[in-house]
């Protein structure tokens, strides 16, 4: 019998949401600081009380619109009877001092701006896509790092992800009484996400989520919208997407529905997993071809390649002359010369670097290398 071992103390904080909504918070400071973690607690439904003698003119803003309640005075011990939660942020050391001890006598969480001895909590690093939230902390030990992370992950995480947290909200008590029994429910909702509902969200077709979403649970199932073109991505991560066979399954049912089914960049990559690409003529980045071959494609060197209904681009930058290609071929060519003449699309680059044809074998491998490690 293999001896059970009890986990390791690793961490110097337990990750946790408060739920502060109608609870009373005191904010202890009047400056800039104080302002910003006032700000902080109203957002989370707080009733806030800023104990300062003199305000600055962002608190003093909020005191006159009743967002929150401001006392006049320098703080005493007592001014935090009935408080749920608890911030210092004054420039005086003895006073933050005073309010975490008072905090702590009182049982009540405090934390001290920048002075994670005297604090019970500390505040993270916060993505905010409300509902969704992403905290990052680092305990402390590098504030820079969590900062730098929060921008990383931010750039990555589009504002529409708050707006499907709040469909996935608004249609969670349907989806429990449809799917009681929680393994079935988990796997109504990993479709809703994989699938069409989530990409209606993300692409700001919000009317259309919804009543995919309610035919859903009506028991209409998960169809696959009929659409005339569909774009697959590509670029950093469609290794991971590739591997993911609920959304390869669900590329090749939308292939089945679309007049036309194209990829940008390594976005042929996956229609090749999918099985899309087997025996057509494609082409993807450079940096991919000898993938894309081995997936089951007919390799073509051209910027963008027409295969039936599919059509795949090169590099990123081929996005825009497959645009202008499928537009003449939906619409007609002047149709296409006047979406082309609407953005000025004249490309002049100042190098003729835009092929490894047009350059030397060592910058192909130095590029190449760059972009297999992620470093320039």
């Not at 670029?235 to 959304?247: F, I, K, L, Y």
């Not at 997936?295 to 930058?317: F, M, N, P, Y």
């Not at 290609?325 to 609407?342: E, F, P, S, T, V």
């Amino acid at each position: 019998m293999t001896e059970r071992i009890a986990p390791a103390a690793d961490r110097d904080y337990f990750a946790a949401y408060l739920n502060l909504r109608g609870k009373r918070g005191i904010v202890v400071g009047g400056g800039p600081v104080a302002a910003l973690k006032a700000e902080t607690l109203l957002r989370s439904g707080a009733q806030v009380t800023v104990v300062a003698p003199e305000l600055c003119p962002r608190l003093a803003e909020l005191t006159l619109v009743g967002a929150l309640r401001h006392e006049a005075k320098r703080f005493q011990p007592g001014d935090l009877v009935g408080a749920e939660i608890t911030i210092a942020a004054t420039d005086d050391p003895a006073v933050n001092e005073a309010v975490s001890a008072a905090a702590r006598s009182l049982r009540i969480p405090v934390n001290v701006a920048d002075n994670a001895a005297l604090s019970s909590f500390i505040m993270p690093s916060v993505i905010d896509r409300p509902p969704l939230q992403i905290a990052i902390s680092t305990a402390g030990a590098s504030p820079v790092l969590a900062r730098k992370l929060r921008t990383l992950i931010e750039s990555l995480l589009p504002f529409a992800y708050g707006r499907l947290a709040a469909l996935a909200a608004r249609f969670r008590a349907a989806s429990k009484r449809r799917y009681p029994e929680p393994d079935a429910r988990r796997r109504f909702w990993e479709d809703v996400m994989d699938g069409p509902v989530a990409e209606m969200m993300l692409a700001g077709r919000e009317p259309q989520a919804v009543e995919m979403l309610e035919r859903m649970l009506e028991g209409g199932g998960n169809d696959t919208p009929a659409g005339m073109v569909y774009l697959v991505g590509g670029g950093p991560g469609d290794e991971a997407v590739r591997d993911n066979s609920r959304v390869i399954d669900w590329v090749r049912k939308i292939h089945a529905t679309t007049t036309w089914t194209t990829s940008v960049c390594t976005g042929s990559l996956i229609l090749a997993k999918a099985g899309i690409l087997d025996g057509k003529k494609a082409t993807s980045h450079f940096a991919s071809l000898d993938t894309l071959v081995e997936l089951g494609a007919t390799l073509a060197r051209e910027r963008v390649v027409i295969d039936g209904k599919v059509v795949t681009g090169a590099g990123v930058s081929a996005g825009i002359d497959m645009a202008l290609h499928l537009a003449g071929a939906i619409a007609g060519d002047d149709y296409a010369k006047a979406l082309q003449l609407g953005i000025e699309y004249a490309p002049e680059p100042p190098y003729d670097a835009g092929s490894p044809a047009a350059v030397s074998a060592d910058l192909v491998e130095l590029v190449r290398g760059a972009l297999l490690t992620g470093r320039p």
